[in-house]
C-alpha cells in the first residue's frame, strides 16, 4: 500500500465521493422510530420494531390501511430509509406530502430521502419548507449544507453548518460535515483540524473516527491513520475500520477519469 494519495483522484472517484457523503450528518437508524410512532395504535400498541425488515413490514401495513395518516406514512418512510429502501421512502413521502401539507415532520423526513437519492437541489427546496428562519431546525440546516457540498456550493454549505453549530455547539455530527467539506474542497489540514473537533467529543461516532482517519490517511500519514480508526475498539471492528481505510485510500488513488457527480447511497443525517 502506497502512503502517498492523489487528492485529485479522491474527488474524481465515484466511490470515495459516495463514502464521503455517507459521512455527510447523522444517521438514520431504527432508534428513532419510536419517537414518531409512539401513538399509532393506541395504548396497547406493541414496541417500536428494531429490526429495520420488521419495521417496514410492521409500518407498511398500518400505512396501506390509511395512507393519508401522516404519522402512518412518516413511520412508513422512515423505516424504508433505514432498510435502504430509499427510493420507495421518497415516494411515499411524497404522496403524504401531498395529502398533508404543510406537515413540517413529513416535509423533513422527505427532504431527507430526496437527499438519500441524491436528489441534492429539490432535497434543499423541500427542507427549506420544513423549518423557517425563525425557529431553525439545526439537524435540517445540517442536511441542507450536505445538498450543498454534493452540489459543489462549498462555502454556502459552511454557512449551515455554521448556524446549526451555533444552536447545537460542539456537535460532533455537524463538525464532522464542515471537516468534510473541507476536505471536498482539497483543505485538508483544515478539514483535520474540524474533525479532531469532532472526534474529541464523547458524543462522537464511529464514522466521526473513519473520516478523521481517511482525511489524515490523504495526507499520507496512513500509520497514523491506521491507530486512529482502530484505536479502543474491538480487533473485529478495528480490523473492520482498517480495511475500509485502506479500500477507500486504495480507490482513491488508483481512480482514473474525470469528475462525476454521484448519487448518495446514503446520508449520515441526524434525527
Not at 441524491?118 to 435540517?140: E, M, T
Request: hydrophobic share 40%; aromatic share 4%; net charge positive.
Amino acid at each position: 500500500m502506497r502512503q502517498r494519495f492523489s487528492l485529485a483522484r479522491l474527488l474524481a472517484s465515484t466511490s470515495l465521493v459516495a463514502a464521503v457523503a455517507m459521512g455527510l450528518g447523522g444517521c438514520t437508524g431504527m432508534s428513532k422510530l419510536s419517537d414518531v410512532t409512539g401513538s399509532l395504535g393506541g395504548p396497547r400498541a406493541e414496541a417500536a420494531p428494531t429490526d429495520p425488515a420488521r419495521a417496514v413490514e410492521v409500518y407498511g401495513e398500518r400505512y396501506r390501511a390509511n395512507p393519508r395518516d401522516a404519522e402512518a406514512a412518516l413511520a412508513y418512510g422512515q423505516a424504508l430509509r433505514a432498510n435502504g429502501q430509499r427510493a420507495q421512502a421518497a415516494a411515499v413521502l411524497e404522496q403524504a406530502t401531498i395529502a398533508n401539507p404543510g406537515n413540517k415532520a413529513l416535509l423533513a423526513q422527505y427532504g431527507r430521502a430526496l437527499a438519500d437519492n441524491g436528489n441534492f437541489q429539490q432535497a434543499y427546496d423541500v427542507l427549506s419548507k420544513a423549518h423557517s428562519p425563525d425557529n431553525p431546525d439545526w439537524r435540517l440546516l445540517s442536511v441542507q449544507g450536505t445538498a450543498l457540498d454534493q452540489m459543489g456550493r462549498h462555502e454556502e454549505a459552511r454557512s449551515y453548518y455554521t448556524s446549526a453549530l451555533k444552536i447545537a455547539p460542539g456537535d460532533p455530527g455537524v463538525l464532522s460535515n464542515l471537516g468534510l467539506s473541507y476536505m471536498l474542497s482539497k483543505d485538508l489540514p483544515k478539514a483535520e483540524e474540524v474533525l479532531r473537533q469532532a472526534h474529541a467529543s464523547p458524543r462522537a461516532s464511529s464514522r466521526v473516527r473513519q473520516n478523521l482517519g481517511l482525511v489524515v490517511g490523504l495526507q499520507g500519514r496512513f500509520a497514523e491513520a491506521e491507530t486512529i480508526v482502530k484505536a479502543d475498539l474491538p480487533p473485529d471492528q478495528a480490523a473492520a475500520n482498517v480495511t475500509y481505510l485502506k479500500e477507500m485510500l486504495s480507490r482513491s488513488d488508483n481512480h482514473r477519469g474525470g469528475p462525476k457527480r454521484t448519487p448518495v447511497a446514503s446520508l449520515n443525517q441526524p434525527d
